[in-house]
Each structure stands twice: as structure tokens, then as C-alpha cells.
């Protein structure tokens, strides 16, 4: 099935999704700046949907963009303007994320670091396969980290060893990045890391320097909601062990049964037997933190993790839409700016899709 074009939709329609101020913010943030000819807002923000999210190239871009009488310019010239554009598409992202309520006046005076990392393959049937890891700061949403690796090699996979990390930071981290030697790098670093559990990538202790009977632990929490917490040791060769806590919540039953559900679907695509502990695990989210015991009581820690799943929704989106697009390699400024607006087609695919399961049977809301 041949995917959906977006320079094909209701472009007023689309409009209507867009903040209220979207206008106004390319004004205050210089994305118009330069410009010799259209100063459009709307021109502007169409062509540079053409690159991000329909994936096209720069020279296909331009080429697209006079076809639609949008603006005549050079692979050169779209070049610079996606630069140029990098803090307008890093609002438009932020006042996106404000509309599903995900504010930072909920998460005190620290400063998040959201950190991840996606795998995104050239245009083209022999396009290489690249990995792209980057930080957020939230809640201002800057892009203060982006670099792009190769897949394959030593190195290459998901890991903190390859973020600038810096003292007081206080890092959220999916359990891609649940590893022994990137928690204690974190630590020799001096920040806080609060990262989703991966039983079967890291190995926990108890204090005594026990292996941790988790799956004995986790048999006492069986209601849903009920919350339970445990001081860990984090074994590393060559290191002393690391302290930590590891903080469970039980999943509602219909959250359980989803997670087993997909557990399974995947395990017969891949013709593999499940693990009885495997479906023990999808009853419960298992964070471990590096987060101070007296700041953050074990129902704060997960609720700043519930907080960055809210996001990661909208990551995961990013990462489909990130399949399809144009790996800019060697500027920062245009690859941030291209994150930017990966993301923010991803918020604005949300958001319709949001409207257009809720609010009304055609999809939209209308203007009365």
C-alpha cells in the first residue's frame, strides 16, 4: 500500500491543527528572516513538510515546491532555510506537546534530559542504515545533543556512554539504555538517571550483594496501583557496585493483557517460546533510579516516568515517520532542525489521529 502524501491533504484543514500562534511564532523566532521574495508563513511551512515529512529530498523538495507555484529556490537556499527554521519547528513542538497538557510546571525547578536514539535509513532501495542519538531538554524542548552512527560495529548500539552528561542532570531513559556500565558512567558523572527496567539486559543485587529474587518480589505485588520500591546494587566489573532502587507499579488487568498480548504476537511472528517469567514482567512497570531517596519518594519517581512514556508515545510515532525521511549528515543546526520537524509531524499525526477517533465521525472540529 502506497503511503499517504502530505502535500496532497486539506491544506486548510490541516491549518485548523496547527497552534494558534503558529504565525506569530515564525515572525519572533527569524524563520522569514532573509527571505527576499514570499514571506509566507504558510509557503514556508509547506515546503518544509515536504522535506521532513514526506521524506523528499532537497532536490526533489524545490523541485515539488515550484511545481506547486510555493516558491522557486535551490537545494542550496532549502538548505538554509530548514537552518533557519530549527527554532520556529522547536516551538511549534512545544506548544504541541502543551496542548496534551505535558507542561514542565509539574515536574519542580530540575530540568529533564529526555534521552534516545533511532534507526533511520536513506531514501532509495541500497540507502544505508544509519542509528541517530539525541537529548531533549525539558521543558524547554532543546535539542542540546544529536549525533548520527553507524548501525553495525563495536560501539554503534544503544548506550549513555555516547551523551555528554553532566553533573545534576536528571536523565529519563527507556530500557534500550538499561545497561550496567552506562548507569555507572551516569553516576561517575554525577547525574541522576531514572531508566525502565530490562530484566534480562542487566543483573540487580540486594544489599547483602545477593542476586535479587525479583520474580519472588514481585509475586506480593497483586493489586492494581500498588506500588512497591527496593534498595538494589548494581554490579559492575572492575567497580564497586552501584547503589540503586528499583520502584514497581502493578499494570491495570486490561494494561496486563495488552502487554501479554503483544508479547505473544511477536514471539509467534518470530517462531519463539515465551518465557513463563517474560509474562510475569508484563504485569508490572520496573523502573530503576539513581534519582536522591529524599526528593523523590517511589510514586514521584514513577510518576515523572509516566511523564516521559506520555512522550514516548510520540516517539514512537517519530520513529515510523523517521523511516521515511532525508538523514541530513554533516550540519548540526540542519539536523536538529530536522528532528524538529520529525517531531513535530509526529505531535500534529497525533493530534489528528486523536480528533479523528474522539471528537467527531468526520474528524475534525468545526468552525462555528
Known amino acids: 500500500m502506497q503511503s499517504g502524501n502530505a502535500s496532497d491533504e486539506d491544506w486548510n484543514l490541516l491549518v485548523s491543527f496547527l497552534p494558534k500562534d503558529w504565525k506569530e511564532l515564525a515572525q519572533r523566532?527569524?524563520?522569514?528572516?532573509?527571505?527576499?521574495?514570499?514571506?509566507?508563513?504558510?509557503?514556508?511551512l509547506r515546503v518544509l513538510l515536504m522535506h521532513v515529512g514526506c521524506g523528499f529530498s532537497m532536490r526533489e523538495t524545490v523541485v515539488r515546491a515550484e511545481e506547486a507555484k510555493l516558491a522557486r529556490l535551490s537545494?542550496?537556499?532549502?538548505?538554509?532555510?530548514?537552518?533557519?527554521?530549527?527554532?520556529?519547528?522547536?516551538?511549534?513542538c512545544q506548544a504541541l506537546f502543551e496542548e496534551r497538557g505535558l507542561q514542565g510546571s509539574k515536574l519542580r525547578k530540575q530540568q529533564l534530559r529526555l534521552l534516545d536514539s533511532t534507526l533511520v535509513k536513506e531514501?532509495?532501495?541500497?540507502?544505508?542504515?544509519?542509528?541517530?542519538?539525541?537529548?531533549?531538554?525539558?521543558?524547554?524542548?532543546?535539542?542540546?545533543?544529536?549525533?548520527?552512527?553507524?548501525?553495525?560495529?563495536?560501539?554503534?548500539?544503544?548506550?549513555?556512554?555516547?551523551?555528554?552528561?553532566?553533573a545534576e542532570d536528571y536523565i529519563l531513559a527507556d530500557r534500550g539504555f538499561c545497561q550496567a556500565s552506562?548507569?555507572?558512567?551516569?553516576?561517575?558523572?554525577?547525574?541522576?538517571?531514572?531508566?525502565?527496567?530490562?530484566?534480562?539486559?542487566?543483573?540487580?543485587?540486594?544489599q547483602s550483594g545477593a542476586a535479587l529474587p525479583l520474580a519472588q518480589r514481585l509475586e506480593a505485588i497483586n493489586k492494581t496501583g500498588q506500588i512497591a520500591h527496593w534498595k538494589v546494587l548494581v554490579p559492575l566489573e572492575g567497580s564497586a557496585a552501584l547503589a540503586a532502587r528499583l520502584c514497581?507499579?502493578?499494570?491495570?488487568?486490561?494494561?496486563?493483557?495488552?502487554?501479554?498480548?503483544?508479547?505473544?504476537?511477536?514471539?509467534?511472528?518470530?517462531?519463539?517460546?515465551?518465557?513463563?517469567?517474560?509474562?510475569?514482567?508484563?504485569?508490572?512497570?520496573?523502573?530503576?533510579?539513581?534519582?536522591?531517596?529524599?526528593?523523590?519518594?517511589?510514586?514521584?519517581?514513577?510518576?515523572?516516568?509516566?511523564?516521559?512514556?506520555?512522550?514516548e508515545l510520540v516517539f514512537k510515532r517519530f520513529k515510523q515517520i523517521a523511516q521515511l525521511?532525508?538523514?541530513?549528515?554533516?550540519?548540526?543546526?540542519?539536523?536538529?532542525?530536522?528532528?524538529?520537524g520529525k517531531l513535530f509531524v509526529a505531535l500534529l499525526t497525533e493530534k489528528l489521529i486523536q480528533h479523528a477517533s474522539a471528537l467527531s465521525p468526520w474528524g475534525y472540529s468545526l468552525q462555528i
Open 182 to 206: 552506562g548507569i555507572h558512567f551516569a553516576a561517575s558523572k554525577k547525574a541522576y538517571l531514572t531508566v525502565r527496567l530490562n530484566p534480562d539486559g542487566i543483573r540487580l543485587q540486594t
Open 29 to 44: 523566532s527569524g524563520a522569514l528572516k532573509g527571505l527576499r521574495q514570499d514571506k509566507s508563513e504558510e509557503d514556508l
Open 75 to 92: 537545494a542550496v537556499a532549502l538548505f538554509k532555510r530548514l537552518r533557519k527554521s530549527k527554532e520556529w519547528l522547536q516551538k511549534l
Open 248 to 311: 514497581v507499579i502493578r499494570k491495570s488487568k486490561a494494561a496486563a493483557d495488552r502487554a501479554q498480548k503483544k508479547l505473544q504476537r511477536r514471539a509467534s511472528k518470530q517462531g519463539t517460546l515465551l518465557q513463563p517469567l517474560t509474562l510475569l514482567y508484563a504485569n508490572y512497570v520496573m523502573v530503576l533510579t539513581t534519582f536522591p531517596e529524599a526528593s523523590f519518594p517511589p510514586g514521584l519517581v514513577l510518576e515523572w516516568y509516566r511523564f516521559r512514556w506520555q512522550i
Open 123 to 166: 531514501p532509495g532501495k541500497t540507502g544505508s542504515l544509519w542509528r541517530i542519538h539525541y537529548s531533549l531538554r525539558w521543558p524547554s524542548l532543546k535539542c542540546d545533543y544529536f549525533k548520527i552512527s553507524a548501525v553495525e560495529g563495536e560501539g554503534n548500539g544503544e548506550s549513555l556512554h555516547r551523551f555528554p552528561l553532566q
Open 325 to 340: 525521511g532525508h538523514l541530513p549528515k554533516y550540519d548540526q543546526d540542519s539536523a536538529q532542525a530536522w528532528l524538529y
